[in-house]
């Protein structure tokens, strides 16, 4: 149980550095790849609140999930990220309004018989 704690915190905090850049993003705008405004547009993120939240909870995330490592499978314990997945969509859904269809609800839920199953092993 306690091993499944951490890859629960792990993933979770992934899942808020996920959102965080999101936020971030949404706040900078659209990255263009034109090298003149490029440089300007990086700073920008890279001084956004947000985008330093986003990179330390993945720091912080990537820290614990060594913990996991050095005490669980790596064939059992990665399949469990994808739980994140899931739940990113739905939070995508209710804090971005991002449109989530028919086909994306299915494959999530055949992520979600799929972590069911390697859990089981």
């Not at 900078?28 to 034109?34: A, C, E, K, P, Q």
């Amino acid at each position: 149980m306690k091993n499944f704690l951490l890859i629960f915190f792990s993933v979770t905090l992934a899942i808020c550095g996920q959102l965080s850049l999101k936020n971030g993003m949404l706040k900078i705008g659209f990255i263009s790849l034109d090298m003149n405004n490029l440089p300007t547009i990086l700073l920008k993120a890279l001084l956004s609140p947000f985008i330093l939240l986003g990179l330390f909870l993945f720091f912080i995330s990537a820290l614990s999930w060594l913990v996991v490592l050095s005490r669980v499978e790596l064939s059992w314990a990665h399949p469990m990220v994808a739980i994140g997945y899931i739940i990113t969509v739905f939070l995508s859904w209710l804090l971005f309004k991002e449109n989530v269809t028919l086909i994306r609800i299915i494959g999530c839920l055949t992520i979600a018989l799929g972590v069911i199953l390697i859990s089981r092993s």
